[in-house]
């Protein structure tokens, strides 16, 4: 089933949506949780892409995003 997204309005609303990608409650959204929760979102977006997109932001180097990177880069963009 595809969703409908809307922009984060709130440190709750990212905090929202973090729980909703890391499916497994690991505490980390890895390649394959992100790219799952595009998908329901209609965003064609290939493994390579989304694993750019993961590695753009993964300050720690683990391959995956905690909360911290994940709202630092949603909390940056909403600014810019």
Partial sequence: MK?????????????????????????SVDVKELTNFLTSFGEALSEQEVKAVVSAYDVDGDGKLNYKEFISKLLRSNIE
Avoid at 4 to 12: A, F, G, K, Q, T
């Fill in 3 to 27: 969703r409908h997204w809307r922009e984060p309005e709130s440190v709750e609303d990212l905090t929202e949506a973090f729980q909703l990608i890391d499916v497994n409650k690991d505490g």
